[in-house]
């Protein structure tokens, strides 16, 4: 149990505070030259003068005639930012040391002032990888917070969603869902990490659930499927930080073509020639079956949702493509459209079809959907958070806080979703609601936790 209790403790503490989010953060010791002339001077002389003034110039190096971050400094203050971080200066031999707080306000100074300088010169972004983990000193993180150490909190952000989050997500649009079988927690289930195939890739594939048979080694060749198209660094350990993705023009090509070859999917299931269709594979004529190709029931076995409907039914309504869109647009983004949205989405609709016809003007002005900011992102902006507190933070509120939470956990919308309730009656808006939320996910087996795995998998790689 109390193994349980630290990893709950973690949990809840990652979405909290992550949900924190600094509208007006204050710099750490001050801006500018100000600050430069009160605390960063008198630091440079109690602990780097003895070996770096003028007369001294250890190692080449003399700091008597610096001044406040700039573009023209900055390489400078580069290499004394990672040399006091990682307390490799002062030396280790001297006994003239900084307290830890001395070298955090100092460090913090530095990576402000370089982003501030910085900002027109391809900008500063070096204490925001990964590698610079260690750069925070262990005792802040192991032990007793110094009493004059400001809370936590995270800047306004906006995390491109992971790879394996986008092709779960394409996935449920394709796939029947399998429900959780208490009796059997360890299948595979809807919401679940998508593993790799024997080659090594990791693929949404289109028609399992009515596959019959195939020859030889058809399977792993004409196999249906969608490639991850969002890419991540390779590096080993944690990975998903919110600054180092976005999506370039390529990828989002790609995801365009991937969009319309599911929608068609959706609509009309595998495509293939009549007697690609069967019972079962035995009832196959002999005579197609050494011919490389796929055989599939003749029942329909995919989700039946909206885009079947508004493909089956002749013409085209208004209200069949706003359904269409609803669905798309929630199972993409996992949350509702607003009316905005939906007639943006429908005029683009509307217009395709008109100019191209029913099915490719369908297919088309469907696609943009998939490359919505919000079904490839996931912002924390806070800009509906209440005033913030005497350190510049203010918890997220609404959809943020309620997909901020999720995300912690899922990479889709649960099917019994307590958060959006919780959302909609006005219960997610404290600590106390989150804590609540986080607790009852946790507690609940049925809920697949996929972000915790993947997060476990990258801190142990």
Same mark, same amino acid.
């Given at each position: 149990?109390?193994?349980?209790?630290?990893? +709950?403790?973690?949990?809840?503490?990652?979405?909290?505070?992550?949900?924190?989010?600094?509208?007006?953060?204050? =710099?750490?010791?001050?801006?500018?030259?100000?600050?430069?002339?009160?605390?960063?001077?008198?630091?440079?002389?109690?602990?780097?003068?003895?070996?770096?003034?003028?007369?001294?110039?250890?190692?080449?190096?003399?700091?008597?005639?610096?001044?406040?971050?700039?573009?023209?400094?900055?390489?400078?203050?580069?290499?004394?930012?990672?040399?006091?971080?990682?307390?490799?200066?002062?030396?280790?031999?001297?006994?003239?040391?900084?307290?830890?707080?001395?070298?955090?306000?100092?460090?913090?100074?530095?990576?402000?002032?370089?982003?501030?300088?910085?900002?027109?010169?391809?900008?500063?972004?070096?204490?925001?990888?990964?590698?610079?983990?260690?750069?925070?000193?262990?005792?802040?993180?192991?032990?007793?917070?110094?009493?004059?150490?400001?809370?936590?909190?995270?800047?306004?952000?906006?995390?491109?969603?992971?790879?394996?989050?986008?092709?779960?997500?394409?996935?449920?649009?394709?796939?029947?869902?399998?429900?959780?079988?208490?009796?059997?927690?360890?299948?595979?289930?809807?919401?679940?990490?998508?593993?790799?195939?024997?080659?090594?890739?990791?693929?949404?594939?289109?028609?399992?659930?009515?596959?019959?048979?195939?020859?030889?080694?058809?399977?792993?060749?004409?196999?249906?499927?969608?490639?991850?198209?969002?890419?991540?660094?390779?590096?080993?350990?944690?990975?998903?930080?919110?600054?180092?993705?976005?999506?370039?023009?390529?990828?989002?090509?790609?995801?365009?073509?991937?969009?319309?070859?599911?929608?068609?999917?959706?609509?009309?299931?595998?495509?293939?020639?009549?007697?690609?269709?069967?019972?079962?594979?035995?009832?196959?004529?002999?005579?197609?079956?050494?011919?490389?190709?796929?055989?599939?029931?003749?029942?329909?076995?995919?989700?039946?949702?909206?885009?079947?409907?508004?493909?089956?039914?002749?013409?085209?309504?208004?209200?069949?493509?706003?359904?269409?869109?609803?669905?798309?647009?929630?199972?993409?983004?996992?949350?509702?459209?607003?009316?905005?949205?939906?007639?943006?989405?429908?005029?683009?609709?509307?217009?395709?079809?008109?100019?191209?016809?029913? =099915?490719?003007?369908?297919?088309?002005?469907?696609?943009?959907?998939?490359?919505?900011?919000?079904?490839?992102?996931?912002? =924390?902006?806070?800009?509906?958070?209440?005033?913030?507190?005497?350190?510049?933070?203010?918890?997220?509120?609404?959809?943020?806080?309620? /997909?901020?939470?999720?995300?912690?956990?899922?990479?889709?919308?649960?099917?019994?979703? +307590? /958060?959006?309730?919780?959302?909609?009656?006005?219960?997610?808006?404290?600590?106390?609601?989150?804590?609540?939320?986080?607790?009852?996910?946790?507690?609940? =087996?049925?809920?697949?936790?996929?972000?915790?795995?993947?997060?476990?998998?990258?801190?142990?790689?």
């Amino acid at each position: 149990m109390a193994g349980y209790r630290i990893f +709950h403790r973690a949990i809840f503490s990652s979405v909290f505070f992550s949900a924190l989010s600094a509208i007006a953060q204050a =710099e750490t010791g001050g801006a500018g030259d100000l600050a430069f002339e009160k605390k960063v001077k008198p630091f440079l002389e109690e602990y780097c003068m003895d070996c770096h003034d003028n007369d001294s110039r250890k190692g080449k190096v003399s700091l008597e005639d610096l001044n406040a971050v700039s573009p023209e400094n900055a390489t400078m203050w580069r290499r004394i930012w990672e040399q006091v971080a990682l307390k490799e200066m002062p030396p280790r031999k001297k006994t003239n040391q900084p307290e830890l707080m001395e070298r955090l306000e100092l460090s913090n100074w530095i990576t402000d002032g370089m982003v501030r300088a910085l900002e027109n010169q391809g900008g500063f972004v070096d204490h925001l990888r990964p590698v610079k983990g260690n750069h925070l000193d262990h005792d802040l993180l192991f032990g007793p917070l110094p009493k004059d150490l400001e809370p936590a909190s995270t800047p306004a952000r906006i995390w491109r969603i992971h790879p394996q989050e986008h092709l779960v997500r394409l996935n449920d649009l394709v796939l029947l869902k399998r429900k959780y079988d208490p009796e059997r927690p360890g299948l595979w289930t809807h919401g679940d990490h998508i593993p790799s195939n024997l080659e090594g890739q990791t693929k949404v594939y289109l028609g399992l659930d009515g596959y019959l048979g195939s020859a030889g080694d058809t399977y792993n060749f004409a196999t249906l499927g969608i490639n991850a198209k969002l890419t991540m660094i390779k590096d080993h350990g944690l990975r998903n930080y919110p600054f180092l993705y976005t999506v370039n023009s390529a990828e989002a090509s790609l995801i365009a073509s991937d969009a319309e070859t599911i929608l068609r999917f959706m609509a009309y299931g595998p495509p293939g020639e009549p007697w690609q269709f069967a019972e079962s594979y035995s009832k196959v004529p002999d005579q197609y079956k050494s011919q490389g190709l796929m055989f599939y029931s003749n029942e329909i076995k995919r989700p039946l949702t909206p885009v079947y409907d508004l493909m089956k039914n002749p013409g085209v309504s208004d209200e069949g493509l706003t359904k269409a869109i609803h669905f798309l647009f929630e199972a993409l983004t996992l949350r509702p459209p607003t009316a905005e949205e939906t007639a943006s989405y429908l005029e683009i609709a509307n217009k395709s079809i008109k100019k191209l016809g029913k =099915e490719d003007g369908t297919f088309l002005g469907l696609s943009p959907i998939f490359l919505d900011p919000d079904a490839l992102f996931r912002p =924390e902006l806070c800009e509906d958070c209440k005033q913030p507190d005497k350190y510049g933070r203010a918890p997220l509120q609404g959809q943020e806080l309620a /997909l901020a939470i999720n995300a912690a956990f899922s990479y889709i919308r649960p099917d019994n979703d +307590h /958060l959006w309730t919780a959302l909609a009656e006005g219960k997610l808006k404290t600590r106390e609601d989150v804590k609540r939320e986080v607790t009852r996910i946790l507690n609940d =087996e049925s809920i697949r936790k996929p972000r915790i795995l993947q997060f476990f998998r990258e801190y142990f790689d």
